[in-house]
């Protein structure tokens, strides 16, 4: 026979799996959303800034009636050149992504702080919305002044980016010149043996 122990501990461990199980059917959906900017100098002198958010739904549930707003784009800072800053969808099943993107151009030089998206939902089981935020973006340096690239310096950054293949080649092109170019202490000796 099993001794009390052994039975209680057993108990035990059944109403904890019990209870985890339970805690892990919880149908709810879980967003979590990554913002993403980057800058594009035209000829013009203008600049643009392509801005790209990613949806996913990492819960065990569909969510319905997802919509992302991005607010945080001044007008008077920004122009709406393609695209808009706010989109929805009907829905967004467990596992799935969404993706938007779109693009500004920038009226005013400075540096600027995006805040994050906003991302609502609707699950059926709760009547109010739920609210997700996206990751912040990182400051944008916009329409900087660039200053005039040092010869040094690009020398160094290609070197180190294409050092090996550089090594390699004038290592080749040092070792065809030796074979193939006649060696003037061979000349010399055959020279003097011919008299």
């Given amino acids: ?29 879980f967003i979590v959303a990554h913002k993403k900017a980057s800058l594009k100098r035209l000829k013009s002198g203008a ?5 790209s958010v990613n949806i996913y739904n990492q819960g065990s549930s569909t969510a319905y009636d997802v919509s992302l707003t991005d607010d945080s784009w001044s007008k008077d800072v920004f ?19 969404l993706s938007h993107t779109y693009e500004l151009e920038a009226k005013v030089q400075g540096m600027f702080y995006g805040a994050p998206a906003v991302i609502s939902f609707r699950i059926p089981t709760k009547a109010a919305l739920q609210v997700a935020y ?36 004038s290592i080749v092109v040092l070792f065809v010149y030796l074979l193939t170019s006649p060696s003037k202490s061979g000349a010399a000796k055959g020279s003097k043996k011919k008299r």
Avoid: C
């Avoid at 600049?47 to 801005?51: A, D, G, L, P, Y």
């Fill in 1 to 29: 026979m099993a001794n009390p122990i052994s039975k209680s501990l057993l108990s035990v461990l059944i109403a904890l799996f019990l209870v985890s199980s339970t805690l892990a059917i919880s149908d709810v959906p």
């Fill in 47 to 51: 600049e643009r800034v392509s801005v």
């Fill in 79 to 97: 122009d709406v050149v393609n695209g808009n800053v706010s989109k929805s969808w009907e829905r967004l099943d467990a596992g799935g992504i």
């Fill in 134 to 169: 996206s990751t912040p973006i990182l400051p944008l340096d916009i329409l900087a002044e660039k200053p005039a690239e040092n010869k040094v310096e690009l020398a160094k950054r290609l070197l180190a980016k294409y050092g090996s293949q550089i090594s390699v080649i």
